[in-house]
């Protein structure tokens, strides 16, 4: 395979994972603003804080409000991360990569982008915001079953797998590093209202409400939270969860290519971090701290992946 | 032009033969119905992303081909002839392009002048005296043919360097399978879809020297931005090989080398659509960033095989056109099957002045265009417009050949008030390799969709259709 499909692949990906989560972090914000009355600004804040497009929003705006954040996540033309640049740049490495693609896979990015293209040529109004959103997850679910039903399991496939789980540990640790204080346990706000609500908050971004219910019950608070995000091995969205198939794939490629390169050392290092740490010691050495290690250790990890697999010149 | 040869129908009304099956059924079809599928076949190209790239505009757009659910027939009997016909003059071309780069025997017989080889912008001096891998130049070729009349056949003009529309011709058949099953369940159309395993093996059978085991083929594109990009990536992703552009390349070893996941591979053939010009910037133009620097060196060397071979353009420039009669005599010792349009080259003073007198009945080109882009149609020009080109020709005469204005035949398309005679063109597609020659049956229809309009480019808004080439 060439070292530009590679990246290409990998690429695409990472688009793909990147617009759904943008439509999650829509979803969330806009359902805090529904549910709560007075300052959800500060939340539409933190949703562009988490999806790292903060800074490029307030060079453009002065103030944050809800129906402008909603168009910058969207589709403002001067967001390289909105919602429509993200296909269109998936859709464009697809272009570059497409003999490594099935028909099917082609066809559903192509359909995605087309989509979105009508979807999100004008200003969505909030009557029509939860069935775009919808739309943006749906046909990043036909892409999905389309790669899983019918990309052969090879090198290609395992770009893809690398791109989509350093793309969702990114954002999963985006999210745990913009609400990091929520979940720390101070005798001052447990149980109250406003954590009920942040704690919520977190779960729906990572759809992952339900799942954390069926393994800790109901009652359960930010320790367990963190628990689930950073460490379950069961969730999708986790952390270890994520690094864990990116040490995989990563694996895969060096049996594969019969050459064990510095990214699967990389690799081992981060998720063997969460095989020995429990979530108090997580808390002992802090929170905050650990997120932006494990950031900051993905980003490295990109970043010698590229180098590894000639992605470029 | 009510005087075109309608290939569907004939004067009194009654269909031809080729059509007497599709003609009925089109007949009998609720036209809500048939609107409905022309749609369809819209959103399935739109779907599948076969698009090309507008150039001259701003913003990167990409555009459908318009596609007319109309098939067009073709009789085996008629394709027969044209098949021996095509067939007889690519390996004419191939005769001739060894020659010019060799002893240039034709020149020497007088049967081509000196200058229009050593003064042609086409003629490559790095390949003087240099044989590509099994003697062939042309790998691929398109042939553009038009239809005057029942009998009638002209070649408009060779495609000896990268002709582009094969994917198109495989796509508008697939799309018709989806369509129509039914059509193709009571006729029986010969099949196109080997073109992409043909075209590797002929590729892979053209390995230079230096390939050992299982030739390795690539398809090099100039890039995602590049008009016929689509069809770049359609060929690699059909024939499973590579599709890379410059900067995956580079010179290692002696070999063209693509770069890998696991580091650097060499290629044996190059499938390249990437103009001469570009290829190699060491060689020719310097600025180019879309070629390989040293590829032409590796090339003499034996060390890869690049289809086409660079230099064929001047076999397919329109002022050797005129001399295509004597170019299949020359080399195959016949009379060519295939009509030349008679041509005036405007270098010669006795034709350029009666292409001047004429020029409102006459089409005039540019020797080195395509794509239908700086061309005078006489007939449909404005006074204006004649005017301004009656001062390029005078300023650059050799720079046009001019050539009368054929009465082009017409296949009907399906339009809003039923089917209408729109005029046509056809370029068969030619593979050629050490083991013999392959055509395609049918190959690619082009139809203006502007009534009376002569203009089949799909650059300025010409259609395609399916082409049906049928059994005996």
């Not at chain 1, 988490?50 to 001067?78: C, F, N, P, S």
């Not at chain 2, 009925?24 to 079809?29: A, L, T, V, Y």
């Not at chain 2, 230099?311 to 005129?322: E, L, M, P, Q, V």
Request: aromatic share 10%; glycine share 8%.
């Amino acid at each position: 395979m060439l070292g530009k499909t590679a990246g290409g692949l990998f690429w695409m990906y990472r688009y793909l994972e990147r617009a759904e989560n943008a439509s999650r972090l829509i979803e969330t914000g806009q359902r805090i603003a529904l549910t709560r009355a007075g300052n959800s600004d500060d939340e539409w804040a933190s949703v562009l804080r988490t999806a790292g497009v903060h800074d490029g929003y307030v060079q453009k705006h002065d103030k944050i409000a809800k129906e402008t954040a909603i168009d910058w996540m969207l589709r403002d033309a001067d967001n390289p991360s909105s919602v429509l640049a993200s296909v269109e740049k998936a859709r464009s490495n697809a272009r570059l990569v497409r003999t490594a693609l099935t028909h099917d896979v082609w066809e559903a990015v192509n359909g995605w982008y087309m989509d979105m293209k009508e979807a999100l040529a004008r200003k969505v109004g909030e009557r029509d915001l939860p069935k775009v959103l919808g739309l943006i997850r749906q046909n990043h679910g036909l892409v999905r079953g389309a790669t899983q039903g019918t990309m052969l399991r090879n090198d290609i496939y395992d770009f893809t797998r690398i791109g989509t789980f350093i793309e969702r540990a990114d954002n999963t640790g985006r999210i745990l590093d913009v609400k990091y204080y929520v979940l720390l346990p101070t005798a001052f706000s447990v149980g109250s209202n406003l954590d009920n609500v942040q704690w919520e908050t977190i779960l729906r971004s990572v759809s992952g409400g339900g799942g954390f219910r069926m393994v800790y019950g109901q009652d359960s608070g930010p320790r367990e939270i963190a628990q689930f995000l950073i460490l379950d091995r069961r969730m999708p969205r986790s952390l270890n969860f994520c690094c864990s198939k990116v040490r995989d794939n990563l694996n895969f490629l060096s049996s594969d290519y019969a050459r064990r390169l510095p990214s699967l050392d990389l690799a081992e290092t981060i998720s063997g971090r969460f095989q020995t740490h429990d979530i108090d010691a997580i808390f002992d050495y802090g929170l905050h701290e650990y997120i932006q290690d494990i950031l900051s250790a993905l980003r490295d990890l990109g970043r010698q992946i590229e180098i590894d697999y000639r992605f470029y010149e | 032009m009510s005087d075109s040869f309608d290939e569907m129908w004939t004067a009194q009304g009654g269909l031809r033969d080729p059509y007497e099956y599709v003609g009925k059924w089109f007949d009998d079809q609720d036209p809500s119905r048939l609107r409905a599928k022309q749609r369809e076949a819209e959103e399935l190209f739109r779907l599948t992303g076969i698009t090309f790239n507008v150039y001259g505009r701003a913003e990167a757009e990409e555009r459908l081909i318009p596609f007319d659910i109309v098939p067009r027939v073709i009789s085996a009997r008629e394709w027969q002839k044209l098949s021996r016909g095509i067939e007889q003059r690519v390996r004419a071309i191939n005769a001739f392009l060894q020659d010019i780069y060799h002893r240039q025997e034709i020149v020497r017989a007088g049967r081509i002048p000196v200058e229009m080889i050593s003064k042609n912008d086409a003629f490559v001096p790095n390949m003087i005296g240099v044989t590509p891998p099994g003697g062939v130049y042309t790998h691929i070729v398109g042939i553009d043919l038009v239809r005057t009349s029942e009998n009638e056949f002209f070649v408009l003009e060779d495609n000896a360097r990268t002709p582009s529309g094969v994917s198109y011709m495989l796509e508008n058949r697939e799309t018709m399978l989806k369509m129509f099953p039914e059509l193709f369940a009571a006729t029986r159309v010969r099949p196109v879809s080997d073109y992409p395993r043909a075209l590797h093996r002929s590729l892979a059978a053209c390995a230079p020297r230096a390939a050992t085991g299982t030739p390795t083929v690539a398809v090099l594109t100039p890039g995602i931005y590049n008009s016929a990009y689509f069809e770049h990536a359609f060929l690699a992703d059909q024939m499973g090989v590579e599709l890379v552009e410059g900067h995956d390349l580079r010179v290692v070893d002696g070999r063209v080398a693509m770069r890998t996941t696991r580091g650097y591979e060499p290629i044996d053939v190059l499938y390249r659509r990437v103009d001469d010009d570009f290829l190699d910037p060491l060689n020719f133009r310097p600025d180019s960033a879309l070629g390989v620097p040293g590829i032409m060196d590796v090339y003499r060397a034996g060390g890869i095989t690049i289809a086409n071979a660079p230099g064929t353009g001047i076999a397919d420039d329109k002022a050797i056109y005129s001399y295509m009669p004597d170019i299949v005599e020359f080399y195959t010792g016949e009379k060519a099957i295939l009509q030349n349009v008679p041509t005036w080259r405007c270098n010669e003073a006795d034709a350029l002045a009666y292409v001047l007198d004429n020029l409102s009945e006459l089409v005039v080109k540019e020797v080195h265009g395509s794509g239908g882009y700086g061309m005078l149609i006489g007939p449909a020009a404005s006074k204006k417009e004649l005017a301004a080109f009656r001062k390029k020709l005078e300023a650059r005469p050799g720079n046009y050949i001019a050539q009368p204005t054929l009465a082009l035949s017409t296949v009907p398309i399906f339009t809003r008030s039923g089917l209408a005679p729109r005029h046509v063109d056809l370029r068969p597609f030619v593979l050629v390799s050490p083991e013999g020659i392959n055509i395609t049956p049918g190959g690619l229809t082009r139809v203006a969709l502007k009534k009376g309009s002569l203009v089949v480019n799909s650059s300025q808004g010409g259609g395609t259709k399916d082409t049906w080439v049928l059994e005996e």
